[in-house]
């Protein structure tokens, strides 16, 4: 009789490799490509005269992140290239981590869309959205006669 060792998790593993193997790496133009995607955390905000929106992307240069606004769509994308590399006397060690991204946030209507900027301080992407401030109207009382 043979003696299997049960391992509740071969399942799993025999669909992630069916999974995988039907979505290949992502090629562009000049064909297989070893770059995935990776999807940064988002921090959105409202403040009273500007929405805010925080991204981190640690390791990201402001070089690689790309801010654009088209018909009302404010869209952060970019790609992240860290290189890790150790040399000892003994052994050799190269990390590498290669990912694109893109994310898109619908603007509101009171979105100031001329006025947004953008800045990136240690690893944190923030773009800050104006808001176009309406003249507030005044209560007027009227007297009944």
Same mark, same amino acid.
């Given at each position: 009789m043979l003696v299997t060792r049960f391992d509740p998790f071969r399942e799993l593993r025999a669909l992630e !490799?069916?999974?995988?193997?039907?979505f290949p790496t992502i090629s562009d133009e000049n064909g297989p490509s070893n770059v995935s995607s990776f999807t940064p955390a988002v921090n959105t905000r409202e403040g009273e005269y500007a929405y805010h929106i925080e991204v981190d992307l640690p390791g990201v240069s402001k070089e690689d992140i790309h801010v654009?606004? !088209? &018909?009302?769509?404010?869209t952060i994308s970019g790609e992240r290239r860290m290189k890790n590399e150790v040399t000892e006397k003994d052994y050799y060690k190269v990390e590498s981590f290669y990912g694109k991204?893109?994310?898109s946030f619908t603007?509101? &209507?009171?979105a100031d869309v001329e006025n947004i900027t953008a800045s990136s301080k240690d690893g944190v992407l923030e773009v800050v959205i104006p808001k176009i401030q309406e003249a507030k109207s005044e209560t007027k009382k009227i007297t009944v006669n």
């Open positions: !490799k069916r999974i995988l193997s039907a654009e606004v !088209k &018909d009302g769509l404010l991204f893109q994310r603007l509101p &209507d009171n």
